[in-house]
């Protein structure tokens, strides 16, 4: 698959809404504007905006997964040594920086005391399964996507079947009646069940990737994310919100993005290229960044607040992403072949030896 200007804006969509929904979050709780409506709207949209990051992830990782098929073998191991590379360090780095600058989780609630136990597991990217809590607060979703990082090899090789959407149809039903059955008993605390939907829909999409043609113009596209991410937002309750709509929201998103021609629109394809190649670091650094415009500067103004937060959120995801993300990428990437060639002579070695 060549570079695709849509994932480049869904991505944009995606971690726009996230970052809008805690600006929100936070002005309500260190300035003047309170607005119950807008909170509930943004808060719903920013859920939205996790889930869309879980499609498009699976999605791309599929692609990712058919090109290393056709270099190389030992296609898991690969995956694995890269993906660490991917998530882990700036992870790290930001859960260091938390822990000594003493930023807190979120800007808009109390504060969680953070134990030995916590930092451990946020580390690991563990913490889904353990303490609950996460150093800052964007950390949660993390742990989801590593742990789908486990099977999305074997879910790749599932979508290259004949029958492949059929089987992963099966997939998706049974995984949504699990969900609902976690939830009865529970009370609605689904943890992973609760997105393991959401990325199936994503390979999902991968599978249907020569069954459905490109057949609505591409200047449809940003209007249909804002149709999805809007409806989102008013169809989900703030005070009781129901798992099931971002359901049905990741299946629409992955059953509509193969049917969209790929954006022409060059200014719009640059500025999403860019956002989508920082939008990592905007995701984890952003709460930080909020933390020093209106809690350390004390901004309590409506316009330069939220200026400063954007400014300073895009400068501070370049920084880390040259200094740290793309780095690291390229130290996984060379490991990964590393790796591949180690494993790949370690039979001509023992025969060698043999001899």
Known sequence: MRHSANLDILRSFAVSSVLLQH????LTAHTSFHNNAIIAFTHNIGRAGVVAFFVHTSLVLMY??????????????RFYVRRFFRIY???????????????????WK??????????????????NLFTKISVIGPLWSLPYE?????V???LYYLALKKRSVIYLCVLLAFFCGFGFLIAGESGGHLNMAAYVPCFLCGVLCYSLRDRILAFIPSVFWPLFL???????GLTNPHDNPKFWIGWIFCLLLGLAINAFRDSANVPLNVVAEKIALYSYGMYLIHVPILYLVFMVFGVKNLFFGPLLFVVF??????????????????????????????????PLQKTQEGS
């Open 23 to 26: 600006l929100v979050l936070t």
């Open 152 to 154: 999305l090899p074997y």
């Open 64 to 77: 990712s997964l058919e090109r290393m098929t056709r270099s190389t073998e030992r296609v898991s191991l």
């Open 89 to 107: 360090p700036l992870s790290i780095f930001c859960i260091t920086l938390a822990l000594i600058l003493h930023i807190p989780d979120n800007t």
């Open 313 to 346: 959120t895009m400068v501070a995801s370049f920084i880390t992403y040259h200094l740290i993300e793309s780095p690291l990428i390229d130290v996984g990437r060379k490991l990964s072949f590393r790796s591949i060639r180690t494993s790949a002579c370690l």
């Open 226 to 232: 804002l149709f999805i991410f809007f409806g989102y």
């Open 110 to 127: 109390n504060v969680d005391i953070i134990t030995p136990r916590i930092i451990l597991s946020n580390l690991l990217l563990v913490q």
């Open 146 to 150: 590593v742990q789908m990082y486990l």
